[in-house]
């Protein structure tokens, strides 16, 4: 069993995976570009969103009216997968997910670049850059950017994900190419883009040792778990960074703030890569 907080401090509830099972005997699963005729009257059709692996916006007629519904989507390609694409349409209504839609960013291509210049500028002074990340989407874009900038420079310091959720989340992408971009698609034969050389597993044993490395850990707030552990000790020393890429930036611009009596000497950069959802 497991305890899940609800709305009123202390007061919880349960549920057992048999329940779990039940619910899951209630979902239809549905393929790209499927049409789902409810009954005479409601139809429902599921189209490619981008954002993460398996992310969809879905097209809902009921008689002469329909919305669209979706959650993060992105226009544009990034290095894994391609835009969201959706059939021309002029819904009655559109129900979206909308953090940072009134942000404007520099553009991606500029963001990357500062991106790996700060990384590489840490590790070549020798020191540790922690990058938290939640294990679907961003840990596998930016695996693929600094895996491509690694083998570009013939750099030599490791790079680390942290093994469990990410590993398995990797594991996905390997076997649903068809979801990816066209260029992961068109080099898959000679080699799969989420198979790394230069990314390995990590394990808690190495946060002590010496020398530059980069890690990708979960979660990517930093509030729990291994990149909070990490950053605990590796924010005292001045040679190290953190750099925050799914943290929630809130409307003002300040971040969240991380409660700590270790003195933090680290570079703290939050917020350096965020994705646009546009």
């Not at 139809?43 to 329909?66: C, D, P, W």
């Not at 404007?104 to 210049?117: A, G, P, T, V």
């Not at 990340?133 to 695996?143: H, I, N, S």
């Amino acid at each position: 069993m497991r305890k899940v907080a609800v709305e009123r401090k202390g007061e919880t509830n349960f549920f057992t995976s048999a329940m779990i099972k039940d619910c899951m005997k209630k979902v239809i699963a549905v393929n790209l570009h499927q049409v789902v005729q409810v009954d005479n009257e409601i139809e429902i059709k599921a189209y490619y969103a981008g954002h993460v692996l398996g992310a969809a916006m879905f097209h809902i007629k009921v008689g002469t009216q329909s919305l669209v519904y979706t959650g993060d989507y992105n226009m544009t390609p990034d290095r894994h997968l391609g835009a969201a694409w959706i059939d021309r349409c002029r819904p009655d209504l559109l129900i979206s997910e909308s953090t940072y839609a009134t942000t404007i960013r520099d553009s991606k291509r500029c963001r990357e670049r500062d991106f790996l210049k700060k990384v590489h500028e840490c590790v070549n002074n020798g020191g540790k850059v922690l990058i938290p990340v939640f294990a679907l989407g961003r840990a596998q874009e930016l695996c693929i950017l600094l895996e491509t900038y690694w083998e570009r420079m013939d750099l030599k310091v490791p790079i680390y994900f942290a093994a469990g959720l990410t590993e398995k989340a990797s594991s996905y992408y390997k076997m649903f190419i068809s979801w990816t971009n066209q260029k992961i698609k068109k080099t898959f034969v000679r080699r799969n883009m989420f198979e790394f050389k230069h990314i390995k597993p990590f394990d808690k044993s190495y946060i002590d040792n010496p020398g530059p490395m980069v890690v990708f850990a979960t979660p990517g707030m930093l509030h729990a778990g291994l990149s909070l552990t990490i950053f605990k000790k590796w924010a005292p020393f001045e040679q190290n960074m953190e750099l925050g890429i799914d943290c929630f930036m809130p409307p003002n611009g300040e971040t969240a703030v991380i409660k700590t009596t270790l003195p933090v000497r680290a570079v703290i950069d939050q917020g350096l890569l965020m994705k646009s959802k546009q």
